[in-house]
């Protein structure tokens, strides 16, 4: 068994129990145990988190971008030299099995490196003036302390997003990471503590995350909001900034379209948009979930899909032959039995899965669902869990139909072996990201982000920086 350690606040350059000594449980997700515990901030934690802040950007706002970006680059490898021992961490809070927490730990040393460079690039510009002796500069500046708040699902990539890009631009943050998955985020913050990012620059934070919320967005000292989460949450919170006039980026749920013609590898589609499925247990934001197949090929795409589905070996994340591992948390495996259980009792069939596996640890089988109708609910709500519901289609426009049903809009795919296809579904499918014939979404160098109910904003590519910076104009005549 792997150790699991207790997790601390991060305030001011200081690893701290909350003022008031109170602590939450950190359960694992594939055993129910209860593996330690992380500090609940309270009104003066929070005060004195924001405090440093203002102090940390007025340092690191004013540090050389090149000292920023080393101190980045730093950070970077000190993670890549700690997956070893933060990967076992991470599956043990959030489940998932260690090769994909690897991927995970990897994955957010390559973002700080991209964002690090890039924040060596995010210039202004000069723009040639209609006078003699009159400049004029578009300035790039810091927008100030941020606050951020990231889910559970990805508890090291959704942090590193933010942090990176607000530390690439010149800003402080204050990070909410998730309650039910602090130790690895608290990982995550040490290499860049470790790494010479000075004190108040990063904040760390756990609490109630409505108190959290409320009191960090009203603040005055705070100028930027980054969220992560549900669409409900997240119009709450977009509300919030919105009434005290503070910048904000959503990344927000999904309900993921993906188009399989007939004319596409179906066997290939099959396998790769499988494999996309049952990743993190499908608690991915931008998860395929509604599979629209071409019907000529449905019968052969549904039986290649439910055997790649019956064939995953679901256990404890830390067994090295597991490919997926626990729901995260009870609420997901609540939240399957409800939506799946609605879907049947209204028509749906399962062709395989469709229940939870045992009665310990918040193991689901992966599912797969046909003989859907748009009254389910789970049709319409976000499942975020192993669960594919496949539909046939006729004709693309009925397809495109489907996939744009929703006010969502995250990230769609989609497998054809028609150029002029390919073309109408870049233009029609109304997504923040589409993907086609491959699986190329959320690298860090490539935008990351919805549209509509999915949310507003990127975090990723050059875009991720345009968050956190405020344009400036200002022109001199000189004499
Ligand atoms: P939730 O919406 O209550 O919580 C999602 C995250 O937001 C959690 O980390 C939580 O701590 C935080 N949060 C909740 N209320 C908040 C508030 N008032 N202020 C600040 N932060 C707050 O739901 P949940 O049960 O944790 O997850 C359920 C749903 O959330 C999923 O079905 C999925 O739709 C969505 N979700 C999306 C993502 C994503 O990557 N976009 C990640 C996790 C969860």
């Known amino acids: 068994m792997s150790s699991y350690p207790d997790t601390l606040l991060f305030i001011d350059g200081q690893w701290t129990a909350a003022r008031d ?139 590193v997003r933010k942090v990176g890009a607000a530390l690439a631009t010149g800003c402080s943050i ?69 009434s005290h006039m503070k910048r904000a980026t959503m990344e927000l749920g999904g309900h993921g379209p993906a188009i399989i013609c007939a004319d596409a590898d179906i066997d290939h589609a099959a396998a790769t948009l499988a494999a996309a499925k049952f990743r993190n247990a499908g608690q991915v934001c931008v998860s395929p979930t509604r599979f629209l197949v071409e019907r000529p090929v449905f019968g052969r795409f549904v039986e290649r899909f439910a055997a790649v589905a019956g064939e995953i070996r679901v256990g404890d994340g830390l067994q090295p032959d597991t490919k997926m591992g626990p729901l995260a948390n009870v609420r997901r495996v609540d939240a399957m039995e409800s939506l799946i259980g609605d879907a049947t009792a209204k028509g749906a069939k399962i062709v395989t899965g469709g229940q939870r596996i045992g009665n310990a640890g918040y193991f689901f089988a992966p599912t797969v669902l046909t003989e859907l109708s748009t009254d389910m609910r789970i049709m319409n709500e976000e499942p975020f869990g192993p669960v594919a519901l496949m539909n046939p289609f006729d004709t693309l426009d009925e397809a495109l139909a489907e996939a744009n049903r929703l006010p969502y809009g995250l990230a769609a795919y989609a497998f054809t ?63």
Do not use: C
């Not at 000069?126 to 927008?143: D, E, K, T």
């Not at 967005?217 to 977009?238: C, D, E, N, Q």
């Not at 490539?446 to 405020?470: K, N, Q, R």
């Open 174 to 242: 204050i990070v909410k990471a998730a309650e039910e998955t602090p130790a690895s985020p608290a990982a995550l913050i040490r290499a860049f503590a470790d790494a010479g990012v000075p004190a108040g620059v990063i904040g760390l934070v756990y609490g109630t995350p409505s108190e959290i919320s409320e009191t960090l967005i009203a603040h005055p000292a705070i100028r930027k909001v980054t969220f992560t989460g549900s669409t409900v949450v997240g119009k709450m919170l977009a509300a919030l900034a919105g």
């Open 21 to 159: 000594g109170r602590f939450l449980d950190v359960v694992n997700p594939a055993t129910e145990q209860v593996i330690g515990r992380v500090a609940h901030a309270g009104q003066p934690d929070l005060a004195a988190a924001v405090a440093a802040a203002e102090r940390g950007f007025a340092l690191w706002s004013r540090m050389s971008v090149f000292d920023r970006y080393r101190i980045m680059r730093q950070a970077a490898t000190l993670l890549r030299g700690r997956v070893d021992e933060i990967a076992p961490i991470l599956t043990q809070e959030q489940g998932k099995p260690l090769a994909e927490a690897r991927t995970e730990l990897l994955g957010a040393a390559d973002t700080i490196d991209w964002l690090a460079e890039e924040g060596r690039r995010a210039y202004g510009r000069l723009i040639p003036s209609r006078a003699v002796g009159v400049s004029q500069a578009v300035i790039r500046s810091p927008v100030g302390p941020v606050a951020a708040f990231s889910p559970w699902n990805f508890p090291v990539n959704q942090v």
């Open 417 to 479: 072996g028609a150029a002029p296809t390919a073309a109408r579904l870049r233009d029609e499918v109304r997504a923040g990201m589409l993907t086609v014939n491959h699986l190329g979404l959320a690298l860090p160098e490539v935008p990351f982000g919805g549209i509509g109910d999915s949310g507003y904003g990127s975090e990723g590519g050059s875009e991720a920086l345009d968050a956190y910076l405020d344009t400036r104009f200002v022109t001199i005549r000189d004499y």
